[in-house]
């Protein structure tokens, strides 16, 4: 067993019978080893060894900050390249909503085009719709006439005949103190022709059409207030945005800068404040019902035809259409009337309602006569407000309260308004 542990240390001579090394000698072997080892790191290495090591030592902050600067400028790398990717992403998005608006054009009645639901909150339908392509070839004298004319392809545009010349004289001799240059008169007659070319009024005299010229030249304020409907038509086809005016409007501001062009039609109320204006919850009370006595019903105040924006689409084409074949067919009919009932009626059995989106005109905006004389005259706020435009719409007595609304919000006479009854005598 001794021999067994000893054996490792044994250093044979020649044979198996050799004496173990001393202590002391295997202590002296090691240092000469070491000796000889340090001697060749020496030779072979006689700067780099430690000089290596405390370079890296006396280099590490440097570098340190070094690092930390590039760091830093791949961080604002980063950050413009998050950038551009937004901004792209977002141009995207705009894209893919033009697409779907136009998919969805062309996929009316059809059953192809799908379309997925995103997450709760974020779903929103399309509102705008697409603009029609313009068809030249459908009026080419108005075309070059509206080339001239419109301002980023929209305009006023206004019909009048003789019957209503002085009124005429104050509606653009107001859009021309307002600066406003994108406006058109469609006029009836000869006289209201030779009356705007006079004053350097922007006009077009239609191709003679029987059926228009003899409501055009005799007809009173309803009738031809019907015609605008089956004019206007051609403005849109030519791809035009109207803002179609009576000519007892005053214009203030220029309504194009007030506009949201974000429906097919946008116009004035008729309603008086906020509730009849914008709608309101009617409740109707049927005591004989018992416990269901109450009934809830939707109320707002007609639209005014008198006064709308309506964008070259498909749903507002057919809404002229609509309006313009019942007037035709009804020739008793209000054509306020039946705009509203055409732009607002549901489908149900036996009739296919219009699919137009539609917006209501801020009502101290855009004015009627009811809302100044009931309310805002009276009222020490409301009467520094000022209007984009006041439709004498409520009263007969238009050319005289005009002229009054003129000397209030132009002329700053304050008592103007103040002789007049709230609604007509």
Not at 25 to 47: K, N
Not at 95 to 116: H, P, T, V, W
Not at 203 to 230: E, M, Q, W
Not at 246 to 261: E, S, V, W
Request: charged share 25%.
């Amino acid at each position: 067993m001794a021999s067994r542990r000893d054996a490792p240390l044994m250093r044979g001579g020649g044979g198996g019978g050799g004496q173990p090394l001393s202590r002391g000698s295997r202590i002296a072997a090691a240092v000469v080893v070491g000796v000889t080892l340090g001697c060749l790191c020496a030779f072979f290495y006689p700067d780099d060894l430690f000089s290596r090591a405390s370079d890296s030592a006396i280099h590490w902050p440097r570098r340190a900050d070094s690092v930390a600067c590039e760091t830093s400028r791949e961080v604002s790398s980063l950050k413009s390249q998050l950038l551009s990717f937004e901004r792209k992403n977002a141009e995207l998005r705009k894209q893919i909503n033009e697409l779907s608006m136009k998919l969805q054009l062309a996929g009316q009645g059809k059953n192809e085009f799908l379309y997925k639901a995103g997450p709760f909150g974020t779903v929103k339908a399309l509102r705008t719709n697409p603009t029609v392509t313009p068809d030249l070839s459908i009026n080419p004298r108005l075309a070059k006439i509206l080339e001239q004319v419109a301002v980023k392809k929209e305009l006023i545009v206004a019909l009048a005949n003789t019957n209503v010349k002085e009124m005429l004289e104050m509606w653009f001799t107001n859009i021309k103190r307002v600066g406003i240059s994108n406006y058109l008169v469609v006029a009836l007659d000869d006289t209201i022709e030779n009356f705007c070319k006079s004053n350097d009024v922007p006009c077009y005299r239609r191709d003679p059409d029987d059926g228009i010229d003899n409501i055009g030249k005799t007809g009173g304020n309803h009738a031809v207030s019907g015609l605008k409907f089956r004019i206007l038509r051609e403005f849109l086809q030519l791809g035009y945005s109207v803002l179609l005016s009576d000519i007892d409007i005053i214009f203030f501001q220029n309504p194009f800068d007030y506009l949201y062009r974000d429906s097919d039609v946008e116009s004035m109320s008729d309603g008086h404040n906020n509730m009849t204006a914008y709608g309101f919850n009617d409740v109707f009370d049927e005591p004989s019902m018992g416990w269901a006595r109450y009934a809830h019903t939707m109320r707002i105040w007609v639209y005014n035809s008198g006064f709308f924006f309506i964008r070259p689409t498909i749903p507002s084409i057919e809404l002229l259409d609509r309006v313009a074949g019942r007037l035709s067919r009804e020739p008793k009919s209000w054509d306020q009337a039946v705009f509203n009932e055409e732009l607002f009626f549901p489908s149900r059995p036996g009739y296919e309602g219009l699919h137009a989106s539609k917006r209501t005109m801020d009502i101290y905006l855009f004015m009627n006569s009811k809302v100044l004389f009931k309310t805002v005259r009276k009222d020490a706020h409301l009467r520094k407000l000022k209007p984009v435009i006041v439709h004498l719409n409520y009263h007969p007595d238009k050319s005289d309260r005009m002229k009054a609304v003129i000397e209030f919000y132009v002329n700053g006479k304050q008592n103007a308004l103040e002789h007049f009854p709230d609604g007509s005598e």
